[in-house]
């Protein structure tokens, strides 16, 4: 089915980067008319609604970077949306604490890439510090990070898209069609659904686990693939709740781009022990032995994938281990809260990190934006681009803007 509707821009991709997107634009330019298509039948389905649900600070990030630069704006940007919109948040703090002599060098890495990315209130604390804020927890020196938060990412993307929606009538999501191709038409683009073709000007891609395939349907040729690396957390059982008071990180390893195991108290009250960093043989699979033919020959076939694995052998074999041992995650659990015992955590969900892999086997570590004449794409949206997401939403508006010429 044709739609005869012609919109200036339609944005692909219904989790908290499109939606923030959707929300910039129209705020900036409220007579754009815009669609957003979304392939599943809610927003928020993928990453956005499987991640932690913590509103990071901008401690780990590169000075410079457009993650470090991105998450302190979209911090700010995001608590001041939740607080006017009523999205249930907290900026609760959290502690990182080093439970080795040898985690104490990138502690102080940390701390100072911290200070120079503006990370307000940052402190080092010691041990007994440590225990005032956390008092189950044994370290021997952290850091508290006030401005550190917890957040409702889905119910922050909802109301992204509402707000937007408000300020023009035309403008429209659509929910469950899968973008399948798209085609030139008269200067303008047809975007082919699995249901309709929605003729737009321009095109913004914001597809997550699915960028490197959208990118290529777009005719933009990409060096690098994406592979997805699940999740899994467990949680904490009613009777052990009382060992966390808020967020819990360890200092993270720097060899490897996850922030590490970590406890989160999320807005619903659960808290969660997670996520390790498996592998997947299925980008948007969430269970542990999910399977897809598709994303498997995609993966293996790719040379960067097995640099990956060779370079990361040790890695990830005891990553694997963890994920089919509750014994062994909770070894890891115990390293920071070491009364913590069997008993005390039960399984819990998953979530699927993209990653963006080069051919020699590195994940690009920073975010990743990039347009043509007609179209711009999100590349690489990691940890914190959630965090992140109305700062990067303001940077692709400004993008759309100049490239597109819509002032
Ligand atoms: C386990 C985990 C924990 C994390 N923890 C945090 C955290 O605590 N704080 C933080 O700031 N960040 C965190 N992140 C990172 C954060 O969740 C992501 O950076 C962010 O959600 C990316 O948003 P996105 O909109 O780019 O991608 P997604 O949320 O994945 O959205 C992409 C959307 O595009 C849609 N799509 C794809 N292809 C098509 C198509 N062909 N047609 C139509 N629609 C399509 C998908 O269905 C999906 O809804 C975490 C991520 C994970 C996985």
Partial sequence: MENSTLYDIAIIGGGIVGAATLYKLQTRNPDLKIILIEKEDHLAAHQTGHNSGVIHSGLYYKPGSLKAKN?????HELVAFAKEYGVDHDVCGKVVVATKESEL???NKIFEN???NNTEGIEMISAAQIKEIEPHVVGIGGIW???TGIIDFVGATNKMAEVALAKQSASKVVLGEEVIAIEDKDGNHVIITDKQKINTRKMIFCAGLQADRMAKKDGVKLKEKVVGFRGDYYELTDQAKHKVKNLIYPVPNPDFPFLGVHFTRMTDGEIECGPNAVFTFKREGYGKTDFSMKDTCSALSYGGTWKLFFGNMKFGINEYRR???KRLFLKTLQTMIPDLTMEDIKPGRSGVRALLL???GDTRDDFRIEHTDNSIHVLNAPSPAATASLAIGEYIAEMAEEKFQLK
């Fill in 71 to 75: 998450c302190v704006k979209g911090r």
């Fill in 105 to 107: 060098p990138f502690m």
């Fill in 114 to 116: 911290g200070i120079a």
């Fill in 145 to 147: 990070v006030p401005c």
């Fill in 323 to 325: 994920a089919f041992s």
């Fill in 358 to 360: 080069s051919k020699d």
